[in-house]
């Protein structure tokens, strides 16, 4: 059941001069959201911009009675609408519709659980690491940055026993590279009968690149795309995958319905880069 609603802004936290988490009172939201759905955010500064925007919900917040309170976002400023979210205040209202979207599907006890995500693309893998952590299924996140200026949350993922796998493009933190350099010499290092889940969102080439090393030792991947979209509802098409199918006949599918999860080896990441 979706719901729209204006969510009050708790707090804005800064992270860098190009990111900050964004806590709204949305607790319609918060309580029926799982690991991989978003919200279409427009905050309440009239018609610029006009429509709503896709945001990953990055966490589902608790209060201090640990009773479900809202949801944040992760946000990284490059427009009109990631900049005024960025210059929100306590008090301020969103206009918030979700959750949307199909999620994750959830690993099992008896595997592994593999995140990779590159920059803005760790928004949707922290509400995944509380699930599988609640669930003690072994986790680690592969997570990359151009710098250590660009990694946040890594504590947060610590605690949760998570294990890191940190790089940086100039080596400011852990290994000096892009982040399918640990993730290839960890599936060398895969024992063969190790049952492995991954999970990956990110720029496009990096979540190709990613498909590309896991399908080689023949696992799968749920890809997280960060589709343009325009009502997150299906109706603007704005937002579609080409996507083949068995056979080899290739279709476009909507993100914001039939995504934003999907296969890796579905996805024909040609057409998705043009």
């Known amino acids: 059941m979706l719901t729209d609603v204006d969510a009050v802004v708790l707090s804005n936290s800064i992270l860098s001069p190009a990111y900050n988490v964004l806590s709204l009172a949305a607790p319609q939201i918060a309580s029926?959201?799982?690991?991989?759905?978003?919200?279409m955010v427009k905050p309440?500064?009239?018609?610029?911009?006009?429509?709503?925007?896709?945001?990953?919900?990055f966490e589902v917040l608790r209060d201090d009675n640990h009773q479900i309170s809202g949801i944040s976002l992760l946000n990284k400023q490059v427009g009109v609408t990631t900049s005024t979210l960025f210059g929100l205040t306590a008090g301020d209202n969103v206009r918030c519709l979700g959750p949307?979207?199909?999620p994750f599907s959830m690993a099992k006890r008896s595997e592994k659980?593999?995140?990779v995500a590159g920059g803005v693309g760790l928004a949707?893998?922290?509400?995944?690491?509380?699930?599988?952590?609640?669930?003690?299924?072994?986790s680690t996140l592969f997570y990359g940055g151009q710098s250590s200026r660009d990694l946040f949350y890594v504590e947060a993922f610590?605690?949760?026993?998570?294990?890191?796998?940190?790089?940086?493009?100039?080596?400011?933190?852990?290994h000096h590279g892009q982040v399918t350099g640990p993730l290839e010499r960890s599936l060398h290092e895969l024992k063969p009968t190790t049952?492995?889940?991954?999970?990956?969102?990110g720029p496009t080439p990096m979540m190709r690149a990613v498909t590309k090393l896991a399908s080689a030792h023949g696992h799968d991947v749920e890809v997280s795309l960060e589709q343009i979209m325009g009502c997150g509802l299906g109706g603007c098409y704005s937002c579609v995958v080409p996507i083949r199918h068995e056979g080899g006949s290739v279709n476009f599918v909507r993100?914001?319905?039939?995504?934003?999860?999907?296969?890796?080896?579905?996805v024909v990441w040609d057409g998705l880069e043009q």
């Open 124 to 138: 949707p893998f922290y509400t995944l690491a509380v699930a599988l952590q609640s669930q003690q299924i072994d």
């Open 32 to 39: 029926r959201a799982l690991p991989g759905q978003f919200v």
């Open 100 to 102: 949307l979207g199909r």
């Open 195 to 201: 049952s492995l889940r991954i999970y990956a969102c």
């Open 113 to 115: 659980a593999w995140m």
């Open 158 to 174: 610590r605690q949760l026993r998570v294990n890191l796998e940190l790089t940086t493009d100039d080596g400011s933190l852990g």
């Open 255 to 266: 993100s914001c319905l039939d995504g934003p999860i999907f296969n890796g080896r579905d």
């Open 44 to 57: 309440d500064c009239g018609n610029d911009p006009l429509l709503r925007r896709p945001f990953s919900i």
